[in-house]
C-alpha cells in the first residue's frame, strides 16, 4: 500500500517542482455538500461539513490523501533538508533541556530532562542538587513496548517526595491517565486512574491522601459537549482503589454553588489546616474561590465549604500562607492589585490592599517560607519584587542578572515556582537573545544559577539584537512589536520576514528564546513578534479591547504591524509570512482574508478557524467565556466576524497557505484545519498552493516528541522560505 501510494504520487511531484510559478496545490477542493444555518436572520453556508466526520471513509481519504501529497512536496523543497540538519545541530548542541522543576524538603528535586540523543521528556528524582539522579518515568520505554509516542501531561510529589503523581497520555491525545509512584522502590502504587486529562493531583501533608481532578464517564449517545462537563474533584487513600474515592468538590456537594460547564480544582494546604477550592469557569480568567476546615475532612466527614469570592470579585490568582490568602485582582484596577484574605473571617469587602495598582502590570504572586514573591511586568520586561509577610512590610525588588520573562506560576497547573515551606523561589528566566536557565533566588536576594540546565554554544549569540517599537494601529492604539534580526540588518525591503502573534484569554508575548529560531535568521531571516489587543501587554483593559465583540481589534492591530514592516522597510508583501497557533489561528486567519494582497504566505498551527461550529466540540463549551456563544446575537455576530472559514471569498487571489494539526487534537478539532484547506483550495485564484500537513500521531502539540518538533519546524520555514522567493530554496525547472 505504502509503494502504490508514493508511486501515484510521483507524477504529481514532477509537476509540482516543474516551477514555482506552474505549482499546483496538494490540496485539491472535494464535492461541497453545503448544509446551510440561518442565525438571527443570518445565513450562514457550511459546504464542508461532512468533512467534521473524520472517520467516515471518505473524509478520512481525503485527508490522508492531502497531507501525503503536502508531505511529499515539503520534503522535495530544495534547502529544506538543510533547514532541518541546522535545526537538529542546534538542538543538540545542548546535552539536555530541563524543564518543570519542583524542589522538595529532604532536599530532593524533581523534574523533566530530555538529552541530546532521546526523543522525548522523562521524569527524573535528584538527591541532593548535585547529588545522585534516577529516571522515574521514561516515556520512551513506554513507547517502545506499545508502538505509539507517549508524553508526560503533569506531575506532583508528595511532599518529602516519597511519591509522585503523574499523567501519561498517548498520541497528544492528552487524555491522560493518572498514576502513582513509589519514588524509593520505583514500583506503581495502586491502580492507574482514568478521565484524569487535567488531574491536578496534590497529597496531603503527611503524603497519605491524594485529591486528584476526573472528567464524567461518558455513556453512550451522551452529546460530545459532556465531555468536560460535571467534572469532579475525588479524595482517596493512597494505595486505595479509585472506586473508594470521594467526591468533595464539584456538582452536588454540598455548600458548593456550580454550573456543569465550570471545572472544579480543590487543594490541600501545606499546613494541613485547610482545602482551597478552586472553580474555573473555562477559559475565563476570574475564578471563584472557596475553603473548607481540611482535617475534618481527611478524617473521613464531609467538608464544610464557605464560597470565599465570586467572580465579580475579579480575582486570577490566588496563593496561601498562615490562615490567609493572597489575591491577585483587577477589580478597579485594571493592571490589579494584591490583596490579602483571612480564612478565619473571609470577608472580601475587609480583605487587606498589600499592593496597590501602580504602572507595572502586576502579573503573578506565590508564597515562599520568607515572603510573598510578586511578578510585575514593565513594558514587556519582567520584574521581580517581594514582601515579608509580616504586616506593613515594604516591597522590595530582587534584581535578576537578564532582563527577560519568568512566571512564578504555570499556565495550566498549581504549579508555581515557590513553595510556602521553603524559602526562595526556583525561577526560570530567559529573554529574546539569551537561551533559559534556571536560577535559585534566595530569601537574602542572592541570584545563583542552579545548574541544572546545561548550557550551550549557540545560548547567548552576540549578534542577535532586538527592535522594540510601537505601531499606530487603526484607531491610533500603539501596539508593541519586537522585531529579531542580525545586526546591521539592511532597511531594504528584501528582508524574509515572519510575523506571529496570539492575542487570545489574555496572553501575553513576553520575550523568550529558541535555538530553532536561529536557522530563521541564519537563512537571512527577520523575526517579528507582536501583542494585539486580546494579550494582557498593559493589562486588563488591553485585553478586553480584543475580546468577543471587540475582537476585530486584534487582526487589525496584527495587519497595522504588518503594514508598519512594509512601509518601514523591513520586508515586502513578496517577502512576509505570518505565523500563529490555536487560537492564534483566529488571528492569522481573519488577517489573511481582510489583507490577501499583505502577505507571501501564512502558517495557522492547530488552528481555530470555524468559530461559528467550535462551540458543538468538547472544548466549545470551556471557550465560550473567551469568544462568546452563537446561541445569542451578539455572541453570533462576534463569531461570525472571527471565523475565517466564513470569511473566505471565491475569486480571491490568497496567498500561499500551509494549515498544520496533529489529527488526535483535543483542543482544536482537526476539521477546523480540513474544512478550511478545502474551502480556500477552491476559493483561491492565485495559484497559489494550499497544503494540509498532518500529524497522525500527536494533538494540539503537547507532548510531541522531538523528531515531530523538528520536522514541523523545518517543514514551516522551508515552506515560508520558498514562497519568499529565497534562493536556494526554489523548485528548479527541468
Not at 97 to 112: C, K, P, Q, T
Not at 199 to 224: E, I
Not at 578 to 606: K, N, Q
Amino acid at each position: 500500500m505504502k509503494i502504490r501510494r508514493l508511486a501515484a504520487a510521483l507524477p504529481l511531484l514532477a509537476t509540482l517542482l516543474a516551477a514555482q510559478a506552474q505549482v499546483t496545490s496538494p490540496t485539491v477542493a472535494p464535492p461541497a455538500r453545503n448544509v446551510p444555518e440561518t442565525f438571527f436572520g443570518t445565513t450562514v453556508n457550511d459546504p464542508y461539513r461532512w468533512l467534521e466526520d473524520v472517520k467516515s471513509p471518505e473524509a478520512a481519504k481525503w485527508m490522508k490523501e492531502s497531507s501525503d501529497r503536502s508531505h511529499a512536496l515539503l520534503a522535495a523543497i530544495p534547502g529544506r533538508a538543510k533547514l532541518l540538519d541546522a535545526l537538529e545541530k542546534m538542538d543538540a548542541s545542548v546535552s539536555a533541556r530541563v524543564f518543570g522543576v519542583v524542589r522538595e524538603s529532604g532536599d530532593r528535586w524533581f523534574f523533566e530532562r530530555r538529552s541530546a540523543t532521546e526523543n522525548q521528556f522523562k521524569l527524573l528524582m535528584r538527591e541532593g542538587l548535585d547529588g545522585r539522579e534516577r529516571v522515574l518515568v521514561d516515556p520512551e520505554a513506554i513507547e517502545k513496548r506499545t508502538g505509539k509516542p507517549h508524553a508526560i501531561n503533569y506531575y506532583a510529589a508528595s511532599p518529602g517526595g516519597t511519591l509522585v503523581a503523574y499523567g501519561l497520555s498517548a498520541q497528544g491525545s492528552e487524555a491522560a491517565v493518572l498514576h502513582l509512584l513509589d519514588t524509593r522502590s520505583g514500583r506503581p502504587v495502586g491502580r492507574p486512574i482514568t478521565r484524569t486529562d487535567y488531574g491536578s493531583p496534590n497529597f496531603s501533608p503527611d503524603g497519605r491522601h491524594l485529591l486528584f481532578s476526573r472528567l464524567q464517564r461518558m455513556k453512550p449517545g451522551m452529546p460530545a459537549t459532556e465531555k468536560y462537563q460535571r467534572s469532579m474533584t475525588w479524595l482517596m487513600r493512597v494505595g486505595s482503589d479509585a472506586a473508594k474515592a470521594r467526591p468533595i468538590f464539584g456538582l452536588g456537594v454540598p455548600g458548593v454553588d456550580i454550573t456543569p460547564a465550570e471545572i472544579p480544582v480543590a487543594t490541600i494546604t501545606h499546613d494541613g489546616r485547610w482545602l482551597i477550592g478552586y472553580v474555573f469557569n473555562g477559559t475565563q480568567r476570574e475564578i471563584t474561590l472557596y475553603a473548607s476546615p481540611a482535617q475534618p475532612v481527611l478524617a473521613g466527614k464531609a467538608p464544610r465549604w464557605t464560597r470565599l469570592v465570586t467572580a465579580a470579585d475579579a480575582v486570577s490568582g490566588a496563593s496561601y500562607f498562615d490562615d490567609g490568602l493572597y489575591l491577585l485582582s483587577h477589580k478597579d484596577s485594571p493592571r490589579s492589585k494584591v490583596m490579602r484574605l483571612s480564612l478565619k473571617s473571609p470577608d472580601i469587602a475587609q480583605a487587606e490592599v498589600i499592593v496597590a495598582q501602580g504602572e507595572q502590570v502586576v502579573t503573578g504572586i506565590a508564597s515562599a517560607a520568607d515572603a510573598l514573591y510578586v511578578e510585575r511586568r514593565d513594558g514587556n520586561i519582567k520584574r521581580l519584587f517581594k514582601r515579608a509577610h509580616a504586616g506593613g512590610a515594604a516591597l522590595q525588588e530582587v534584581k535578576l542578572p537578564i532582563e527577560g520573562s519568568f512566571r512564578l506560576n504555570a499556565d495550566e497547573s498549581l504549579a508555581s515556582a515557590a513553595d510556602p515551606r521553603l524559602p526562595g523561589l526556583v525561577l526560570d528566566l530567559q529573554s529574546w537573545n539569551r537561551a533559559r536557565q534556571i536560577y535559585l533566588i534566595g530569601a537574602d536576594g542572592a541570584v545563583t544559577n542552579s545548574g541544572l540546565q546545561p548550557q550551550g554554544p549557540y545560548d547567548a549569540p552576540a549578534d542577535i539584537v532586538v527592535t522594540e517599537v510601537k505601531v499606530p494601529s487603526h484607531d491610533g492604539a500603539l501596539v508593541p512589536l519586537s522585531i529579531l534580526h542580525r545586526k546591521g540588518a539592511a532597511l531594504d525591503g528584501r528582508n524574509p520576514t515572519l510575523l506571529y502573534g496570539y492575542a487570545s484569554y489574555g496572553i501575553t508575548e513576553e520575550p523568550f528564546f529558541s535555538p530553532g529560531r536561529l536557522a530563521w535568521l541564519d537563512a537571512g531571516g527577520v523575526l517579528a513578534v507582536a501583542n494585539p489587543r486580546g494579550s494582557s501587554v498593559y493589562g486588563q483593559d488591553w485585553y478586553k479591547a480584543g475580546w468577543q465583540a471587540t475582537k476585530p481589534n486584534t487582526w487589525k492591530d496584527f495587519i497595522a504591524c504588518a503594514q508598519w514592516l512594509v512601509d518601514q522597510k523591513w520586508t515586502s508583501p513578496a517577502k512576509l509570512g505570518i505565523l500563529g497557533g490555536s487560537a492564534g489561528g483566529i488571528l492569522v486567519g481573519r488577517a489573511m482574508t481582510e489583507r490577501p494582497d499583505l502577505f507571501a504566505a501564512v502558517v495557522p498551527a492547530v488552528g481555530a478557524l470555524d468559530m461559528v461550529r467550535a462551540e458543538v466540540t468538547p472544548n466549545g463549551v470551556p471557550n465560550i467565556p473567551e469568544f462568546g456563544t452563537r446561541t445569542t446575537e451578539a455572541g453570533f455576530r462576534a463569531l461570525l466576524a472571527m471565523s475565517t472559514y466564513h470569511q473566505i471569498t471565491d475569486g480571491t487571489k490568497y496567498p500561499a497557505v500551509m494549515l498544520t494539526h496533529g489529527v488526535n487534537d483535543p483542543r482544536v478539532e482537526v476539521w477546523h484545519s480540513t474544512k478550511t484547506a478545502a474551502r480556500l483550495a477552491a476559493a483561491s485564484t492565485s495559484g497559489k498552493p494550499i497544503l494540509l500537513r498532518l500529524d497522525y500521531d500527536a494533538g494540539h502539540g503537547i507532548g510531541n516528541t522531538r523528531k515531530q518538533q523538528m520536522l514541523e519546524r523545518a517543514d514551516v520555514y522551508a515552506f515560508l522560505l520558498w514562497q519568499m522567493g529565497v534562493e536556494g530554496v526554489q523548485p528548479k525547472a527541468p
